[in-house]
C-alpha cells in the first residue's frame, strides 16, 4: 500500500491507498515544533486506531509547502514506517509538461493537484485550492500545466482584517441572509464570503477566455471548497481528495518500472 501526505501550513493530510482504493484519510495538525517520534506517535496511532499495521505500507510520497519541517517527517517515515520517503521535487516525474517561468518555484501540492485534475477530469481543466492561501492552476487543452494564479485563504484574510484594524470584531466565518448587512457582523461576513465568491466567479470567467475554452472543467479542493462552491455555479466538482490523489499517481510514475 502507498502510504501519501500533503503537508500544508496548517494541516497535514494524509491517505493510505490499496492500489487506486483509498482505504483511509486522516489530518493533523502542521506543527512545525514536533520532533520525530511525536509525529511518528500520532501517525501511527491513527494506524492502530483503525485496526491498520504500518508493516502495509511499502512506499511513501510526500508533498510539502513547509520545508523547516522536512527533514523531521523524513526521519518520522525511516523511524516508524523503515522506509525511506520520496518527495514531490524539481526532478520527479510527472508525467506533465509545466510551462513556467521557473518550474522549480512551483509548488507540490499545485503540482499534485495539476497531475490528478488532469487524470481525473481531463483538459483543459481549472483547479482550485481552498486553502491557507487559494491557489488556482490551469492545465491547458494539451495536457501541460499553464499556470494559475495565489490569492489569501479565506480564514487567513479574515484574520488579517481583525488584527489589522482598531475596532473590527472577531466573526464567525457563516452565510449572512443578505449581501446588505446591517451591522458590523454581517457586513464583515458578507463582505469575505460573498466577495470571495466574487472573485472566484471573475477569475474562472478570465481564465475561460484566455485559454479560449468555456467548457473548461471547474475542480474545488481544500477546507473552504464545499462551502463555495454552495453559492456559485462556477464549479463543476468538489474533490477533497485532489492533492492526495496526485501523490499516489506521481509515486506509481516514478516506481513503474519496478
Not at 457586513?187 to 477566455?209: C, D, T
Request: hydrophobic fraction near 40%; glycine fraction near 10%; proline fraction near 3%.
Amino acid at each position: 500500500m502507498i502510504f501519501t501526505m500533503d503537508v500544508g501550513n496548517t494541516n497535514i493530510k494524509m491517505g493510505l491507498f490499496n492500489g487506486k482504493e483509498l482505504i483511509k484519510y486522516w489530518r493533523l495538525s502542521t506543527n512545525r515544533t514536533s520532533t520525530s517520534d511525536e509525529y511518528g506517535i500520532l501517525v501511527t496511532s491513527l494506524f492502530h486506531t483503525d485496526g491498520l499495521s504500518r508493516n502495509l505500507v511499502n512506499g511513501i510520497m510526500i508533498s510539502s509547502v513547509v520545508p523547516t519541517i522536512n527533514f523531521t517527517i523524513e526521519h518520522m517515515c525511516n523511524d516508524y514506517f523503515g522506509i525511506a520517503p520520496m518527495f514531490v521535487m524539481p526532478g520527479i516525474k510527472t508525467g506533465m509538461n509545466i510551462i513556467y517561468d521557473n518550474p522549480q518555484a512551483l509548488g507540490s501540492d499545485r503540482i499534485c493537484n495539476a497531475v490528478a485534475a488532469h487524470a481525473y477530469y481531463g483538459a483543459p481543466c481549472i483547479y482550485i485550492d481552498f486553502g491557507t492561501a487559494t491557489t488556482f492552476g490551469v492545465v491547458n487543452e494539451k495536457g501541460s500545466f499553464a499556470g494559475g494564479c495565489i490569492c489569501p485563504g479565506i480564514k487567513i484574510a479574515s484574520e488579517a482584517l481583525v488584527h489589522g484594524t482598531s475596532k473590527l470584531p472577531n466573526f464567525e466565518l457563516v452565510w449572512p441572509e443578505n449581501v446588505i448587512g446591517r451591522n458590523t457582523i454581517t457586513n464583515l461576513q458578507s463582505g469575505m464570503l460573498y466577495g470571495f465568491v466574487g472573485q472566484v466567479e471573475y477569475l474562472i470567467k478570465r481564465m475561460k477566455q484566455e485559454l479560449k475554452r468555456e467548457d473548461a472543467v471547474v475542480v474545488a479542493t481544500g477546507g473552504m471548497a464545499r462551502m463555495i462552491a454552495e453559492q456559485t455555479k462556477t464549479i463543476d466538482y468538489i474533490d477533497g481528495l485532489l492533492t492526495l490523489k496526485g501523490l499516489r499517481l506521481i509515486y506509481e510514475r516514478n516506481t513503474e518500472k519496478e
